[in-house]
């Protein structure tokens, strides 16, 4: 239905009618009264993680604006996102709730649930809010105009999970947006983006003109206001911006001129091409690796503030390193009572050493190696991939020149086929677990000599996180290694074995065909004077891939 609506200019002052299909929009009111209403383009206003999930802000997606809340690491169908009510909101009364989700990761048709959490008594309850069925990559709203809180409830939250019972064995990450909650009854709307709603009524009219006037001369200006009122979409708002919308309104031109900058070329891809062998063999070090190289590197132990207190790591920069370049970046996790001097300071390791050769010959390009530790303050080889996400990353590359733009998690995620993360032993449990709850951060993995450590089913946590984040087959990359006499031999290979039954991957050294290889050295056993040469081996294979 078109709608004929009589619009005052605000600089002519004329009235006039205007016919355009762009009013259709109904201009009955929109209540804005909410109660609350969470957009999270300034931060994640106090939603948390649930159970073992957390929660940060993304600009991946966006449902309005340009970011929203991203739900990762979660282990059960009840973990997701979770905002405790304040006492403003009264147990007995009912409410009107709306959110909107969306989700990448698994199979299609995924059941979402909206739910109140609440305790009576001291006893914890559960009440769906609303539940729908998900299309994959669709915005999904979940919405109730009366829900009552019930009576006697407190410490009342309320959170988005999935369906306990579904049929996928995948837990898929997801999206958050424009969650609101208003008086009982009040329709909440999924916000729509009306170029030139100024004033956000969704209906275009003299009040956007009022409102894009006010604007203009506001000292400070809302970004998400300013992409309403960029009406030519020239990414600046101007005193043209006002005119157009004035002329559209009198109905001079039926359309918005389009002057969006050309969008900026396709970065080029910053990946060196590389002669994959399918079937690696395990080859030694020259034992001259091991010694002092007439290039070398350097290592700086740095000291940082993470969220497991104090801690220190090393670092090693290549050979001529120059931070006005971006380097790969390797994470190597040390074993079960080392620490994270134990790579570069022991005659057994001297990792360093090995990395200056095989750089000054070629056969590795230039790159940085950080040793941290998983030791001290509650921190354990399980749940470093917290702090790797949270403290270690933004730490190191804030400060060293990776191919991350910048430390937000966005930046990170980015980047990710240019970080890799490894480890020995328990240096290895790390290295799966981080594989589980950062794929977002890393698309290489070198666990060596050691398993997946869970009470579920290895192969399938694996597999299952890989489908979470709705990555594709070239975007992770498992080099895994250990010896026919290592006593974590007979852990790892099982593990191996059941994860080439998965789909999600494909058994093979030539990481341009597939993911996944496991190379085991002949009689070697679990010790890092055997265990090193595996790095020789494998770190060469990774970073060649774009996951495009
Ligand atoms: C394994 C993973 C980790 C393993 C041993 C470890 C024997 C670590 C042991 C330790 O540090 O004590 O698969 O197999």
Redesign the pocket.
């Known amino acids: 239905m078109k709608k004929i609506l009589p619009v005052i200019a605000a600089a002519a002052m004329t009235v006039s009618a205007v016919t355009s299909s762009a009013l259709t929009a109904d201009c009955a009111d929109t209540d804005n009264g909410y109660l609350l209403s969470f957009s999270f383009e300034d931060g994640d206003e106090n939603w948390e993680g649930r159970g073992n999930a957390s929660v940060a802000v993304s600009s991946s997606a966006a449902l309005t604006g340009s970011r929203s809340l991203y739900c990762t690491g979660r282990d059960s169908a009840w973990n997701g996102a979770s905002y405790k009510l304040g006492s403003n909101f009264t147990a007995g009364t009912a409410y009107s709730f709306s959110a909107n989700v969306m989700y990448n990761g698994g199979m299609d048709g995924e059941l979402f649930h909206f739910t109140m959490q609440y305790d009576i008594d001291g006893e914890a309850k559960y009440e769906k809010i609303a539940s729908a069925e998900l299309k994959k990559g669709e915005w999904t709203q979940l919405a109730n105009t009366s829900f009552t809180i019930p009576a006697g409830a407190e410490n009342v939250y309320i959170y988005v999970e999935t369906e306990e019972n579904s049929a996928s064995s995948v837990i898929p990450n997801f999206y958050l947006d424009e969650v609101k909650v208003a008086e009982e009854g009040v329709i909440i709307k999924v916000p729509k983006f009306i170029l030139g709603d100024v004033n956000s009524d969704e209906c275009l009219n003299s009040l956007d003109v009022v409102s894009a006037r006010q604007l203009l001369t506001a000292s400070e200006k809302d970004a998400e206001l300013v992409k309403l009122a960029d009406v030519d979409k020239s990414t600046e708002f101007e005193i043209n911006d006002v005119i157009l919308l004035q002329e559209f309104l009198f109905g001079k031109i039926s359309e918005f001129p389009d002057n969006s900058p050309e969008p900026p070329p396709e970065p080029i891809e910053e990946v060196t091409p590389f002669a994959y062998e399918k079937n690696k063999q395990f080859k030694a070090a020259p034992d001259s690796y091991f010694n002092t190289c007439s290039q070398q590197g350097k290592v700086t132990k740095e000291t940082y503030n993470g969220i497991r207190g104090n801690k220190s790591l090393n670092v090693y920069t290549p050979y001529n390193y120059d931070p006005s370049k971006k380097y790969n970046i390797f994470y190597l996790m040390h074993?079960?009572?080392e620490n994270e001097n134990t790579l570069f300071f022991q005659n057994d390791t001297m990792i360093q050493n090995l990395l200056d050769h095989m750089i000054m010959n070629g056969e590795l390009e230039p790159l940085i190696v950080v040793t941290p530790t998983f030791n001290g303050n509650g921190s354990k080889?399980e749940n470093f991939y917290e702090e790797f996400r949270e403290s270690v990353i933004p730490f190191v590359e804030g400060k060293y020149s990776t191919y991350a733009e910048s430390t937000s998690e966005d930046d990170i995620r980015a980047s990710r086929m240019h970080r890799a993360y490894g480890g020995f032993?328990?240096g290895?449990?790390s290295t799966w677990a981080v594989f589980k709850n950062d794929l977002d951060l890393a698309g290489y993995f070198m666990p060596l000599?050691?398993?997946h450590?869970t009470n579920g089913d290895k192969a399938a946590e694996i597999a299952g996180a890989v489908d979470s984040g709705g990555y594709k087959k070239n975007q992770y990359f498992i080099f895994a290694a250990t010896g026919s006499n290592?006593?974590?031999f007979?852990?790892?290979n099982p593990q191996i074995e059941a994860m080439k039954k998965y789909d999600q991957f494909i058994y093979t050294s030539d990481f341009s065909e597939g993911n996944l290889y496991f190379l085991v050295a002949n009689g070697y056993e679990?010790t890092w004077r055997q265990v090193r040469h595996y790095i020789y081996n494998a770190l060469p294979y990774f970073f060649h891939e774009t996951g495009k």
């Open positions: 074993g079960g009572s080889a032993s328990m290895a449990v000599s050691g398993d450590w290592d006593i974590a007979k852990n790892e679990h």
